[in-house]
């Protein structure tokens, strides 16, 4: 086995441009409950843009590689893995070393099966986006079946699993995308409704298509910073609750909104999750993705050393729809 790899390495925080391939990086060592993973395909998240810029709670320390999503194939294991061999189909939802690279170590406990029905690029689409929208729907959100739910900004990666996760456990599903592309692709998902929300007045269409006019039980908001004071006027009144996965800014919002009809706002975010809700999300998955309910969806595909436009696009192209994705 080689000695090095490629990957991209950030050696200052700033915009996409310090995404740097090099060519020769050391492959990491693993430590006893880690685990080596030969990298075919990683996902890129918006939060990535977040932590490169410096701008994020998390710093890590430079230089770095960016990336906590990746689909491949187990390289080696450490004394005290037990789970996993040689030679296994995995995917990851956290990784130690980053996944913008042709290796990557990652805890046991951050890895899981990858059914032999699913890609290596459908895989990388698999950790963060489903794993939060699980989070955000029933753990944070507790939702029902019969429940209308909106997902606002429905045609990225955790809007995808959202919509594909919210029908399997029985939902009525409102989906919002920017762009004709992004709202046919929510409607392939199972989407009931879809509107524009670049559109003047879809947020009364929206009013006007819950149940008896009294608004929605559930939001999964992804754009908190633009859209979460109107959220709260589509509320159904004493239930409706909102769920932020997303935000890139402050904003303001009228408290006797939620006071006058009793309503909730609640924030969500994966790296909260004990290692008990990861299991029951990846047992939920794996049977979803083995019966075929759940599907990845894939957006544009990059080789590696397109990851600073892989990065610009997921924050910057608004009519993005599906996970981006690297090809290692």
Request: aromatic letters at 6%.
């Amino acid at each position: 086995m080689a000695k090095v790899m490629r990957a991209i390495l950030v050696k200052e925080f700033g915009d996409a441009n310090v995404c740097k391939l090099v060519e020769d990086v050391p492959i990491p060592e693993v430590k006893p409950r880690e685990v080596l993973i030969h990298v075919h395909a990683a996902g890129v998240n918006p939060v990535e843009t977040y932590i490169r810029s410096g701008t994020y709670a998390r710093r890590p320390n430079l230089p770095y590689t960016p990336g906590a999503d990746c689909a491949g194939v187990i390289e080696r294991v450490g004394d005290e893995v037990t789970k996993f061999k040689v030679g296994d189909r995995v995917f990851t939802v956290n990784t130690i070393t980053g996944t913008y690279a042709e290796y990557c170590v990652a805890n046991c406990n951050s890895v899981f099966p990858l059914p032999s029905n699913i890609s290596f690029e459908e895989g990388s689409a698999l950790g963060t986006p489903y794993f939060t929208a699980y989070r955000a729907l029933i753990i944070k959100g507790h939702a029902k079946p019969n429940e209308t739910v909106l997902i606002h900004g429905a045609s990225g990666g955790v809007g995808i699993a959202a919509v594909q996760l919210a029908k399997s456990l029985g939902l009525r599903v409102i989906g919002t995308a920017s762009s004709e592309q992004g709202l046919q692709a929510v409607r392939n998902q199972g989407a009931d409704l879809v509107f524009n929300h670049k559109q003047e007045g879809y947020l009364k269409d929206i009013a006007n298509a819950s149940i008896n006019n009294e608004g929605v039980d559930l939001i999964i908001e992804m754009l908190a910073n633009v859209n979460l004071n109107n959220d709260l006027q589509l509320l159904r009144s004493k239930v409706g609750r909102v769920v932020i996965v997303g935000n890139r800014g402050t904003v303001d919002i009228n408290p006797r909104l939620l006071m006058a009809k009793e309503t909730s706002i609640y924030g969500v975010i994966l790296f909260g999750s004990s290692e008990d809700e990861m299991s029951m999300i990846n047992a939920y998955l794996q049977s979803g993705l083995k019966n075929g309910i759940l599907k990845p969806f894939l957006g544009r595909i990059y080789p590696l050393e397109q990851a600073a436009q892989a990065q610009t696009d997921v924050i910057f192209n608004s009519g993005t729809c599906g996970r981006l994705t690297l090809k290692i």
